[in-house]
């Protein structure tokens, strides 16, 4: 099976602007949490989809939203970018909801706002 | 609520040696456990992870892990660490009050001498 896929890999972008990225999950799997890694704040969650309903969403203000299609693909958008939005963007997806189930991570959407 | 603390953020071993990563974690109920190793530029790949069968958990790579209730703790080893093995490790905890997302520790920085 092919692994979580990530687009785009890098990203540089301006204050103000807004962002969209990319996640498919491995064939099956209906969950995809996204999380956000900073070298100050470490790894935080962002929220998980299950079939194409946000079901958890972490701490992180409105500008961050998400979203997933019917065929579990997902996307999360920032608007009005903040140079602390820089960081590397992980998704993982899961074949199903729930707290033991193994994620699976993509390589990351490196994102730099200048 | 759950949290993870892993202690030490660099940890230095030489090649043969043991490796020893420590983690401790809190949660208001029965929590699952896991170890992430990341490398460079790349996602984090699972290592292991416990849900309350056996524990002393066996994972990729050599390494194991033991859940010891009484302390709270899940800490990595491996009897005999590679070159291979410099990476960052992280460990993580979840359970069945947070729909299933992890709450990961800051990291530790594995290096491995020759």
């Known amino acids: 099976k092919a692994g979580v896929t990530q687009t785009p890999r890098y990203l540089i972008k301006t204050r103000g602007q807004q962002v969209t990225l990319s996640c498919s999950p491995i064939?099956?799997?209906?969950?995809v949490s996204w999380y956000q890694q900073t070298p100050g704040q470490g790894l935080q969650f962002l929220f998980e989809?299950?079939?194409?309903?946000?079901?958890n969403k972490g701490n992180f203000p409105g500008r961050f939203s998400g979203r997933q299609f019917s065929n579990s693909r997902s996307e999360m958008n920032v608007s009005t970018l903040e140079l602390g939005d820089s960081a590397l963007y992980l998704c993982a997806s899961s074949s199903d909801t729930g707290a033991k189930e193994t994620q699976y991570f993509g390589p990351g959407t490196r994102l730099l706002v200048l | 609520a759950q949290s993870v603390t892993q202690l030490g953020s660099h940890v230095s071993v030489s090649e043969g040696a043991l490796v020893l990563l420590r983690c401790n974690y809190s949660s208001s109920v029965p929590p699952y456990l896991f170890w992430y190793v990341q490398y460079p530029n790349q996602g984090l790949q699972l290592l292991l992870k416990?849900?309350?069968?056996?524990?002393l958990v066996k994972g990729i790579n050599g390494f194991e892990a033991e859940f010891k209730k009484s302390e709270t703790s899940f800490h990595l080893t491996k009897p005999s660490a590679h070159m291979s093995d410099a990476a960052e490790y992280f460990c993580a905890v979840s359970d069945n009050t947070n729909a299933g997302k992890s709450t990961f520790g800051d990291g530790t920085t594995l290096t491995v001498k020759p």
């Open positions: 416990y849900t309350s069968a056996a524990t």
């Open positions: 989809y299950f079939s194409e309903t946000q079901r």
């Open positions: 064939s099956g799997h209906r969950s």
